[in-house]
């Protein structure tokens, strides 16, 4: 029996009504658990810190884009977990999410720790794309145990220092803070590396058990430790990075809703450009820090600088061949990481 127009006209209201509702929990799901997601995210910068402020924005447009049914609770300042145990805090369902630097669990993460490299990074969003790039292109298995959000890396490490330094001479036995291969970037350049996370460089650097820092110009400000150094030396040309990761539980992954699923991959790769800009962001912040307390950014003469390379250039190859020994493709990895930081 045909509808008459007026109940034929309500029946459409009805359905068009019925298709909303029933897209919405589609997106939200059945069942109480999914309409309600609760994620822990371990950070282990300070909370005022950039790169938390940063993550906070993330996990704002995860939380919109689902509707609410996402809400992800952060915990900065290593308050859930230390810097150093980040990474197995996540895969043992201490945390789901978390973001921490490869540099701090040295020797687990072989491939990616090339990245870390004094290959000339001139910010940190040619870092940033870099490192993404590369974990794209091998896929590497020492992250397999875990989802990955993204990867982010500042902008070219610095030495902040106690005391002038004008040439390669004046490194030897100083003692600076390094982590992971820019200790071995210490090393190399004649300097002590004191192997340690910026959550303690503060002290260390005030209570003279370090003399100096390799480290990115933004934890100046962002770690203010520009309160305990005197003065920079940029060396752009070994300019390296700290890559790091955002990950989340493998399994806590595994449990999302596809839609879920796809909101976090199209926010993580809108993400990467923010991270990467906020690092430089903060790079400019600090320097504007440095010139209003009168610290000086100094650099070498280029005979210096040349030094510089000369000095830490064996480490490139060192580690390439180190991997491929271990059956990983060192070589073609230093080949791409050299065109990425090229731009190319």
């Known amino acids: 029996m045909p509808f008459k127009k007026g109940r034929g006209s309500f029946f459409r209201r009805g359905l068009k009504c019925f298709c909303v509702c029933v897209s919405f929990l589609v997106f939200s799901g059945c069942s109480g658990a999914q309409r309600n997601i609760r994620l822990s995210y371990s950070i282990f910068f300070p909370p005022t810190h950039t790169q ?10 995860i939380e919109e884009r689902t509707r609410g049914i996402v809400k992800i609770v952060l915990f900065p300042g290593e308050t859930l977990t230390k810097s150093t145990r980040v990474y197995d805090g996540v895969v043992n369902g201490v945390s ?7 540099a701090y669990t040295r020797g687990r993460f072989p491939l990616l720790e090339g990245l870390d490299l004094p290959l000339g990074y ?14 794209r292109i091998y896929n590497p298995k020492e992250l397999e145990d875990v989802q990955v959000m993204y990867l982010h890396a500042h902008g070219p490490g610095v030495l902040a220092v106690k005391k002038k330094i004008e040439s390669l001479a004046d490194l030897k036995g100083l003692k ?3 982590t992971g291969l820019s200790a071995k970037i210490v090393e190399s350049l004649g300097a002590v590396p004191v ?9 260390a650097l005030q209570r003279g058990v370090v003399e100096a820092t390799l480290c990115p110009i933004e934890t100046l400000k962002g770690w203010r ?18 890559a ?6 493998r399994d806590r992954w595994n449990s999302l809703p596809e839609d879920v699923q796809g909101v976090f991959r199209e926010v993580n790769e809108s993400s990467m450009e923010r991270q990467a800009r906020a690092w430089d962001a903060a790079d400019e912040e600090s320097k504007a820090l440095l010139k209003e307390m009168g610290k000086p950014v100094e650099t070498l003469s280029r005979e210096e600088e040349e030094a510089f390379v000369r000095a830490v250039n064996p480490m490139l190859e060192e580690w390439a061949s180190a991997l491929e020994t271990r059956g990983m493709p060192g070589k073609a990895v230093l080949a791409d990481l050299h065109r990425l930081v090229k731009g190319n």
Do not use: C
């Open 225 to 242: 430790q520009a309160e305990v150094i005197d003065r920079v030396l940029s060396t752009a040309a070994t300019g390296y990075t700290t």
């Open 122 to 135: 001139p910010d940190g969003e040619t870092a940033t794309k870099a490192a993404n790039a590369i974990f």
């Open 244 to 249: 790091m990761y955002v990950i989340m539980n």
């Open 96 to 102: 789901d999410l978390g973001m921490s630097a490869f």
């Open 176 to 178: 600076v803070r390094g």
């Open 195 to 203: 192997s340690m996370g910026q959550g303690d460089t503060y002290e």
């Open 52 to 61: 938390t402020l940063a993550a906070q924005e993330w996990a704002a447009h």
